[in-house]
T-cell receptor, first 112, second 113 residues
Framework: DQQVKQNSPSLSVQEGRISILNCDYT??????FLWYKKYPAEGPTFLIS?????DKNEDGRFTVFLNKSAKHLSLHIVPSQPGDSAVYFC???????????FGTGTKLQVIP | DSGVTQTPKHLITATGQRVTLRCSPR?????VYWYQQSLDQGLQFLIQ???????AKGNILERFSAQQFPDLHSELNLSSLELGDSALYFC????????????FGPGTRLTVL
């Protein structure tokens, strides 16, 4: 039962353009959402999070949008840079410190 | 560098054996999480400890066990190893003030032959 889904396994974007990574969830108890970036042979790196009381959170080039009615969140990267090329995981949890459920990841390639 | 350390980096062993993976969380972090990432799979949550106590359990096999010690480091014990246990095992730590974003270690790559 995949409660957090990233339906696009890969995405290619030109440098300087916007990258939009999508994530859907099924568990309505999730109230905290996170995005991680992972380079090969390294552990995931926390990028940005959002709680269910908000619909948008911004940190530099990264913005996360949450649509609770659609059970959908997205990560926007503007402008995209070649160094952003990595696998991006979305994750969700209920109650903060409870177990975090990860999606299967989307591999982003930013083309110079 | 996330501040989370994991040892060993690589581990090669045979089926039926037992191994121990070690994790040291970031200074001040009370929560430790263990994850398994198999080939082409997402991160599968195994277990979480908070200040020495088990807090949440995921898809952890009965052959696997973990503990968190008073100095907050954690160990994941994998026994009766099978070929399918070959994977990357990540440890992560967090503290409430970070917004519960977890900081991951570099992982231990386990190969079972």
């Amino acid at each position: 039962d995949q409660q957090v889904k990233q339906n696009s396994p890969s995405l290619s974007v030109q440098e300087g353009r916007i990258s939009i990574l999508n994530c859907d969830y099924t568990n309505s108890m999730f109230d905290y959402f996170l995005w991680y970036k992972k380079y090969p042979a390294e552990g995931p790196t926390f990028l940005i999070s959002i709680s269910s009381i908000k619909d948008k959170n911004e940190d530099g080039r990264f913005t996360v949008f949450l649509n609770k009615s659609a059970k959908h969140l997205s990560l926007h990267i503007v402008p995209s840079q070649p160094g952003d090329s990595a696998v991006y995981f979305c994750a969700a949890s209920s109650g903060g410190y409870q177990k975090v459920t990860f999606g299967t990841g989307t591999k982003l390639q930013v083309i110079p | 560098d996330s501040g989370v350390t994991q040892t060993p980096k690589h581990l090669i062993t045979a089926t039926g054996q037992r191994v121990t993976l070690r994790c040291s969380p970031r200074s001040g972090d009370l929560s430790v999480y263990w994850y398994q990432q198999s080939l082409d799979q997402g991160l599968q949550f195994l277990i979480q400890y908070y200040n020495g106590e088990e807090r949440a359990k995921g898809n952890i096999l009965e052959r696997f066990s973990a503990q968190q010690f008073p100095d907050l480091h954690s160990e994941l014990n994998l026994s009766s190893l099978e070929l399918g246990d070959s994977a990357l095992y990540f440890c992560a730590s967090s503290v409430e003030s970070s917004g519960w974003g977890q900081f991951f270690g570099p992982g231990t790559r386990l190969t079972v032959l």
